[in-house]
C-alpha cells in the first residue's frame, strides 16, 4: 500500500512538472501584504543583529541567534532596510518540530502557513513550494525526509501548497537546532526586491550587499559628506555604490585590475544612476593630482600568501594609502575574508 501511494506522489509530481513547463513556468501570485502588521524575521551577519535592529520603526524586536525578530512589523518599512539580508515569515506553531515529515506537516498545516499566504497576496490556491532543510542531516537522509515532508504537507494542506523544485513562490525553510528539532520558517519569492535592484553584474567574489550595507552603516559616523572617495578593490562596485547611497560624495574612484569587473562595475553603477570613475589599474600603480578623504579596501582573500607575504602586502597598502589620502582622512577596510 505505501508503495502504491509512493508510485501514484511520483507520477503525479512528474504529470505537474510537464504541465508547468508546457505552460512556460508558473503564474506567481501578486504581493499585497505590505502594510497589515505582521511578524518576521530580518536575517542578518552574527552578532550584528543590532545594527539592523535600531533601524525597525515599527513593532517589537528582539535579537535572535538569525537576526532581528519583528512582531508588528510593518513590511513596507523593513523593505527600507538595507543591513539585512533575508525576511522570514514566522508561523504560530510549536516552534522545535520534532525530524518526524508527519508530525511537521500536521503542524505546519494547523498552523496559520495557509491564512497568511492567502492574506499576503491576490489570487487563490495553489501555492507552489520548495523545502529547504538546514541542519546537519546527511544528504541521502536529507533527501528522502525532504520529499516525504513535501508529499506530506501536499496531502495535509489538501493541494493548497504544491511542491515544486524548479518552479516555486514559495520557501518552507527548516532549520535545525541543536536538539535535533526544526524551526519553521517562509521565504516568499513573490515580494518584489528592489534594495540592491543596481546589483545586476557580480563575479564569484563579490560581496554581498548587505555586508557591504552593513560595513557602510558601522560607519557612518566616521563618513564625511561630499567626500573625495576611492575603492581601492572595487571589484563590481558594491561596497562604494553602498558608501554612496548612506551619504553623498564629491567624486568617486575605483579601482580593480580584472578587466571584467571594471566592466561589470560600470554597468551597476549605471544602473544605480552614480557617476563612478573606474579605472582598470593595481592600487598600488594608481597616481591622481588630488588626495581622496576617504579609502575603502576589501582585501582580497588571503589564498595561500604566507604570513610574511600578507604582513608585506599590508605594509605596502598602507605606504601608498599615505600618498593618496588626506591629512585627516580616513581608511575603511575589510579584511580576512575568506570567500
Known amino acids: 500500500m505505501e508503495e502504491e501511494k509512493k508510485h501514484i506522489q511520483d507520477e503525479l509530481k512528474e504529470l505537474r512538472r510537464l504541465v508547468i513547463q508546457f505552460d512556460g513556468g508558473i ?3 501578486p504581493f499585497v501584504g505590505y502594510d497589515k502588521p505582521r511578524d518576521f524575521i530580518l536575517t542578518t551577519i552574527k552578532n550584528y543583529q543590532d ?4 533601524q525597525v520603526e ?3 524586536t528582539r535579537m535572535i541567534p538569525m537576526g532581528v525578530q519583528v512582531v508588528g512589523g510593518n513590511i513596507r518599512e523593513a523593505l527600507n532596510i538595507r543591513t539585512f539580508r533575508e525576511i522570514l515569515f514566522t508561523l504560530r506553531c510549536e516552534k522545535n518540530l520534532p525530524p518526524q515529515p508527519v508530525v511537521i506537516a500536521k503542524e505546519l498545516a494547523k498552523s496559520n502557513l495557509t491564512r497568511i499566504l492567502s492574506e499576503l497576496h491576490e489570487g487563490g490556491a495553489p501555492f507552489y513550494f520548495r523545502l529547504e532543510i538546514r541542519g546537519n542531516m546527511p544528504l541521502d537522509k536529507k533527501s528522502a525526509f525532504a520529499k516525504k515532508l513535501a508529499a506530506e504537507i501536499e496531502q495535509r494542506t489538501r493541494h493548497f501548497l504544491v511542491n515544486s523544485t524548479e518552479h516555486y513562490e514559495v ?3 527548516l532549520v535545525q537546532n541543536r536538539n535535533g528539532g526544526f524551526y519553521p520558517c517562509v521565504k516568499l519569492f513573490t515580494i518584489p526586491m528592489k534594495r540592491f535592484a543596481y546589483r545586476k553584474y557580480t563575479t564569484a567574489s563579490s560581496m554581498h550587499p548587505s555586508l557591504a550595507a ?3 552603516e558601522l560607519a557612518s559616523n566616521w563618513l564625511t559628506e561630499r567626500a573625495k572617495v576611492l575603492d581601492a578593490f572595487c571589484g563590481t562596485g558594491t561596497l562604494l555604490m553602498e558608501r554612496m547611497y548612506a551619504l553623498p560624495v564629491r567624486t568617486a574612484y575605483a579601482l580593480d585590475i580584472f578587466g571584467d569587473a571594471i566592466q561589470g562595475a560600470r554597468e551597476n553603477a549605471g544602473i544605480a544612476h552614480m557617476n563612478i570613475n573606474f579605472v582598470q589599474r593595481s592600487f598600488f600603480e594608481f597616481e591622481h593630482e588630488q588626495k581622496f578623504h576617504e579609502i ?3 582585501f582580497p582573500v588571503r589564498g595561500k600568501k604566507t ?3 600578507l604582513d608585506e602586502y599590508y605594509r605596502l597598502f598602507f605606504e601608498k594609502v ?6 585627516r582622512g580616513r581608511i575603511f577596510c575589510l579584511a580576512m575574508r575568506t570567500a
Open 58 to 60: 515599527s513593532g517589537a
Open 296 to 298: 575603502w579596501a576589501d
Open 307 to 309: 604570513k610574511e607575504e
Open 214 to 216: 552593513l560595513l557602510t
Open 171 to 173: 520557501e518552507l525553510r
Open 27 to 29: 503564474s506567481r501570485h
Open 51 to 54: 545594527t539592523t535592529g535600531v
Open 322 to 327: 599615505r600618498q593618496l589620502l588626506t591629512e
